[in-house]
């Protein structure tokens, strides 16, 4: 008799399933309702991406999240691990979700305060998503980090756009005291 491995509780159509749905959520407000050229509209900081950049970036970082996803959920660790295990799952479950959304508060809704606070909660996320996955899996944690390490840069961006610009949606004028962005 042979033993044989457990059955992968995440398989590749749960992260290709996973991958679709989140986009076709935040394609809606961008691509159909939303304005393309929003992003550069702004007076954006130096040291902010080229706009060409993010569609790229953010697909390479939702598949290095999908593959992390997997391996956390196929783990099959001690009970005393469980809820470490459980808190990666429902972080990165939030991270999606706060990806999903970020479109609509950005193109669709205008809003670059509601954009700068999505990408900061992301930012938090990931970070809760890295702590916990590296007493677990530190290759899954890696792949983390490289969204950890992009939100850091993006939180910047979206602080410095949010604090420097109108916010058409919360009808915001710059931060009081803030200079413009030249």
């Given amino acids: 008799m042979t033993a044989t491995a457990p ?3 995440f398989r590749w159509w749960h992260g290709a399933a996973i991958l679709v749905a989140a986009n076709a959520v935040s394609f809606w407000p961008a691509g159909v309702l939303g304005d393309a050229a929003f992003y550069t509209s702004f007076r954006l900081p130096p040291y902010a991406p080229p706009d ?3 569609a790229p970036l953010w697909l390479v970082l939702n598949i290095t999240s999908l ?3 997997a391996r956390v959920a196929n783990l099959d660790r001690p009970d005393g691990a469980a809820w470490r295990r459980g808190l990666v799952l429902v972080s ?3 991270g999606w979700l706060l990806f999903a959304v970020f479109t609509t508060f950005f193109f669709w809704l205008h809003s670059p305060v509601l954009a700068a606070a999505d990408t900061v909660a992301g930012l938090l996320v990931a970070g809760v998503s890295v702590a916990a996955a590296s007493r677990l899996d530190r290759p899954a ?4 980090g490289l969204r950890l390490l992009w939100l850091l840069l993006a939180s910047a961006v979206a602080a410095s756009v949010a ?3 109108i916010d058409p949606f919360l009808s915001a004028a710059p931060a009081p005291g803030v200079e413009a962005l030249q």
Avoid: C, D, Q, Y
């Fill in 163 to 165: 604090l420097h610009n």
């Fill in 67 to 69: 593959v992390a996803l």
């Fill in 52 to 54: 060409w950049l993010l």
């Fill in 92 to 94: 990165e479950g939030v």
């Fill in 141 to 144: 944690a890696g792949l983390i």
């Fill in 7 to 9: 059955a992968p509780r």
